[in-house]
């Protein structure tokens, strides 16, 4: 048994790694926080729905700028904690073309407009009740996630954790930096 043990866990420990994220190429800068190198990016998942004010959004509307996409709700603490922050990072790169959305995951329609309206949130923010919108994406199960697009609408990193404005605006200024 010890030796069939043993087999198990060095097949294992020899094979490449299939974690969360699949073949998107992320190499984790800190804990949360996670790159993909500009000849590695894979295309982000669709991104189109109803806002949670009602109006159609489709995230092809913003390929050609670097966009952060942020998965929230309401009743999340971190995601609470961490709005101020990306508030912030969208007020600081908005002149550079940086836009900024929302996902809202089940959560209720009126507690999402509540919130980013007690919150000051001047982005859209899409509505998904059921979360599917979230499970195409490669982020972890848990919310608050936040992923930047570049230009071209490829996933250039990821944070699977509250994010702080000093972690995000270097990212997003790098991303912005870069030549499409």
Do not use: H
């Amino acid at each position: 048994m010890t030796s069939a043990l043993l087999a198990g866990v060095t097949a294992c420990s020899s094979s490449p790694e299939q974690g969360a994220g699949g073949n998107y190429g992320f190499v984790q800068v800190a804990p949360g926080q996670d790159t993909v190198a500009a000849g590695s990016r894979q295309a982000a998942p669709a991104l189109a729905g109803t806002q949670i004010d009602g109006k159609p959004f489709d995230a092809a509307s913003v390929r050609g700028s670097v966009t952060v996409v942020n998965f929230w709700a309401s009743w999340c603490a971190p995601c609470r904690a961490e709005t101020p922050n990306l508030e912030a990072v969208a007020q600081q790169t908005q002149a550079s073309g940086v836009k900024f959305v929302g996902v809202n995951v089940k959560d209720s329609e009126a507690a999402a407009r509540s919130f980013a309206r007690d919150k000051g949130v001047t982005y859209p923010s899409l509505y998904d009740d059921d979360g599917t919108q979230a499970a195409r994406w490669p982020i972890a199960v848990g919310l608050p996630s936040t992923v930047v697009l570049d230009r071209s609408g490829r996933i250039a990193a990821r944070f699977t954790a509250a994010i702080e404005q000093s972690d995000l605006l270097p990212v997003v200024q790098r991303v912005a930096a870069e030549q499409s």
